[in-house]
């Protein structure tokens, strides 16, 4: 497990040798820096990266298998939980959520769908709603959600808020980027996308294949392509305030950010 590249591994172990530094393996009880040694470390390396693209193949295949059975890879959105109610573990269960603590709507295990999150299902559709008129930018989005005061089920006023990650973050304000992720999040259509491998270290922004999915739709698809009309249509013309001040930089409209191709 030190590398599962063989020409990683070849560089890390020169960089070792430069610098003076032995490497012993207590399993393959193998002296490196023989020449038999160099052999049994370049067939180890090599099998570890068959190995490893094995696995990787394998994983591919048991992901695309699972968008075409209409389960999708990954935690689930804001707007979406496991269901696991009587035991929930989610960062807007406890406090948060009037389901918590009653008889589950899922067994939550890895082939079972997302359910409808009641307090974050409605800051979904909200969020949808006001972005299709044209008249919202992400960051006015952001602002509008964090205002708002939902009546849940209850009669409790309730404050919208981020999902968080269990153990991870931990639940807040919107922001313009969770914002611009959700509006983005083909999911809430009832759909699952499949990305395909991965470019280098870039993720896929367009899905290879879209599979009907098991959890139920937030948003139709009418609604989505607007949203998507809408984006487009204000990164080509973006709004500006009543007092924006135009700046002009040296680099601007020449610097774009190498991950997500926007203008910096």
Not at 7 to 19: C, I, N, P, R
Not at 27 to 46: I, R
Not at 54 to 66: D, H, I, N, V, Y
Request: one cysteine or more; glycine letters at 10%; charged letters at 25%.
């Amino acid at each position: 497990r030190f590398y599962r590249d063989l020409q990683g591994l070849l560089s890390a172990f020169k960089q070792l040798q430069d610098l003076g530094v032995s490497f012993i393996s207590i399993t393959e009880n193998l002296d490196f820096t023989t020449p038999w040694g160099k052999l049994a470390l370049a067939v180890l390396g090599t099998l570890a990266e068959i190995y490893l693209d094995r696995l990787s193949e394998e994983t591919r295949k048991g992901k695309r298998a699972r968008a075409r059975k209409g389960l999708p890879n990954g935690t689930p959105p804001t707007g979406y939980c496991r269901g696991y109610c009587s035991e929930c573990a989610d960062p807007n269960g406890k406090g948060y959520c009037p389901l918590y603590g009653q008889p589950s709507l899922s067994p939550a295990g890895p082939s079972d769908p997302w359910v409808v999150h009641p307090i974050e299902q409605a800051a979904v559709k909200l969020a949808f709603k006001e972005y299709a008129t044209g008249e919202y930018s992400d960051g006015d989005i952001a602002d509008l959600l964090s205002r708002h005061v939902h009546i849940d089920e209850n009669g409790r006023e309730v404050r919208f808020r981020t999902k968080g990650r269990l153990g991870r973050s931990e639940p807040g304000p919107f922001s313009k980027d969770s914002v611009r992720d959700l509006l983005q999040n083909v999911h809430y259509t009832g759909q699952v996308p499949y990305y395909g491998p991965t470019s280098g270290d870039k993720r896929k922004r367009d899905p290879m294949a879209l599979y009907p999915g098991q959890h139920p739709a937030l948003v139709d698809q009418a609604l989505f392509d607007r949203c998507q009309e809408v984006r487009a249509l204000m990164r080509s013309h973006p709004r500006r305030g009543e007092n924006y001040m135009s700046n002009l930089f040296p680099l601007s409209g020449l610097v774009y950010c190498q991950h997500c191709k926007r203008p910096m």
